[in-house]
């Protein structure tokens, strides 16, 4: 990204009156951040939700000022940054309408690996629940997912550390920049975290870890991961929360069960009665639902149908799956350009017509 652009992009992070699903509107409207400081305010008060205020503010030279500020700070200390839309932003956040447009990176992530899953719980873990992470982590360790938390005390902490045990890479999604650690206690696992993964916040090198920074770093959490896991919560708690996040996302959500008279299994025994969550016993429990496969195995030979009409854009998705073998729903609809809520009554008429069939998880493949 030119440098003009990356200052027009952090600018329009910190433009009074414009969240990330704001900022995409414009964006998509203007073409380009740059173009939405420079646009008429004529055409800018067509623009569903922008109003009066949000104009003015954009008018405001501070923003840029600041901006480039925190541009010559990345610069100088080779900060990587991944807009929304480049090929290697997490392509599942990509399909989050408020997900962050710009994301701040350190370590060695490698997303080349499509299966994300994030495991969150309480601070105050209990020995059952450090027992189960362990156990978790090493079965589900063959099959190489990268482990997402949110580097926070108990539960978070302690799945990124089995994470690294096991040779698995792991992602921390901070609640502040880069400069920042927090609990800074856990400044002794910076390295081990950037040498076996890294690092991902949506802030700025010096902002601190405000409250209202955790609720935005959980929905990165359930955003990037294909599943995310409940560990233990207490009837209310940051971890609920980011389950309600990966629900409204569609994303797989498991909790793991506990004692009714335990206060830490509350929120996870919850979960599951209201139907919320999956029931997780054992790392199998995951496995089967995400339909992994160890990389030795074969998939099955299928019979394809024939003489099968397709409208155009049937047509479109069947072509891929055929060339690129099984994949998932919102996967998809970003490499077809089509939109999530229409791929999904796509393929469910193809599957009705015999052309693909659903697989656990999300994953579609053709027949």
Request: hydrophobic share 40%; charged share 25%; aromatic share 8%.
């Amino acid at each position: 990204m030119l440098e003009e652009e990356i200052i027009a992009v952090l600018a329009l992070q910190k433009v009074k009156g414009i969240g990330d699903i704001i900022a995409k509107k414009l964006i998509a409207h203007c073409g380009s951040a740059k173009n939405v400081f420079a646009e008429k305010r004529a055409l800018l008060e067509k623009i569903n939700g922008i109003g009066t205020f949000t104009i003015k503010n954009l008018n405001d030279k501070q923003y840029f000022i600041r901006a480039e500020k925190e541009y010559k700070y990345i610069t100088k200390n080779n900060i990587k940054t991944t807009y929304f839309q480049d090929d290697d932003f997490p392509h599942r956040l990509k399909h989050c309408p408020d997900g962050p447009i710009l994301l701040f990176q350190d370590g060695n992530i490698n997303l080349q690996n499509n299966r994300i899953i994030s495991i969150v719980g309480s601070r105050k873990m209990t020995n059952y629940g450090r027992d189960f992470i362990k156990q978790l982590v090493e079965e589900v360790a063959p099959y190489n997912p990268i482990i997402v938390s949110g580097f926070a005390y108990g539960v978070d902490i302690t799945a990124q550390k089995e994470a690294i045990k096991n040779k698995l890479q792991t992602i921390a999604v901070l609640a502040h920049g880069l400069e920042q650690i927090y609990p800074k206690t856990h400044k002794k696992y910076i390295n081990q975290v950037n040498e076996n993964g890294g690092f991902y916040t949506e802030f700025w090198h010096d902002e601190e870890p405000l409250r209202e920074h955790f609720l935005k770093r959980n929905r990165i959490v359930a955003g990037i991961s294909e599943a995310t896991v409940i560990i233990e919560s207490a009837e209310k708690g940051g971890s609920l929360v980011t389950a309600d996040i990966a629900n409204s996302y569609s994303r797989d959500v498991f909790a793991v069960p506990g004692k009714t008279t335990d206060s830490l299994s509350k929120g996870c025994n919850n979960l599951i009665k209201y139907n919320k969550a999956g029931i997780l016993t054992s790392a199998q429990d995951l496995i089967d639902a995400l339909n992994w496969e160890l990389n030795d195995k074969q998939p099955l030979a299928v019979q394809k149908q024939l003489f099968v009409e397709l409208t155009s854009e049937e047509q479109i998705i069947y072509d891929y799956l055929l060339k690129n073998g099984k994949k998932y729903l919102d996967t998809i609809a970003l490499d077809c350009q089509i939109p999530v809520y229409k791929m999904a009554t796509l393929l469910f008429t193809m599957e009705m017509k015999g052309v693909v069939r659903p697989l656990q998880g999300k994953l579609f493949e053709v027949l």
